[in-house]
Nanobody, 113 residues
Framework: VQLQASGGGLVEPGGSLRLSCAAS????????LGWFRQAPGKQRDMVAR???????TYADSVKGRFTISRDNAKNTVYLQMSSLKPEDTAVYYC????????WGQGTQVTVSS
């Protein structure tokens, strides 16, 4: 499985961004898709994930601001990020998990004025 993420960039505090990640290759119908992030000098943490049935989980720090969704026909997961804060600055990685875990290449999100 290959993952291609896009949509990162520079945004001012309070702004919005939408990340996308398309999966290709031997994808299955029972995958869990997710987004993780890693800030400089910190560990990679889960931001949000969504199961094949649409059940979602969010990190406490993003609840009410971020929304994860998926389009199974396109094998794509999205992360809509709103009310962005400087502490959201990180490299964001998408993940795909069925029999094993796969990672995308990462996309930089910078929240700064």
């Amino acid at each position: 499985v290959q993952l291609q993420a896009s949509g990162g960039g520079l945004v001012e505090p309070g702004g919005s961004l939408r990340l996308s990640c398309a999966a290709s290759g031997s994808v299955t119908s029972f995958s869990t898709l997710g987004w993780f992030r890693q800030a400089p000098g910190k560990q990679r943490d889960m931001v949000a994930r969504i199961t094949s049935t649409g059940s979602t989980t969010y990190a406490d720090s993003v609840k009410g601001r971020f929304t994860i969704s998926r389009d199974n026909a396109k094998n794509t997961v999205y992360l809509q990020m709103s009310s962005l804060k400087p502490e959201d600055t990180a490299v964001y990685y998408c993940s795909y998990t069925d029999y094993r875990a796969y990672w995308g290449q990462g996309t930089q999100v910078t929240v700064s004025s």
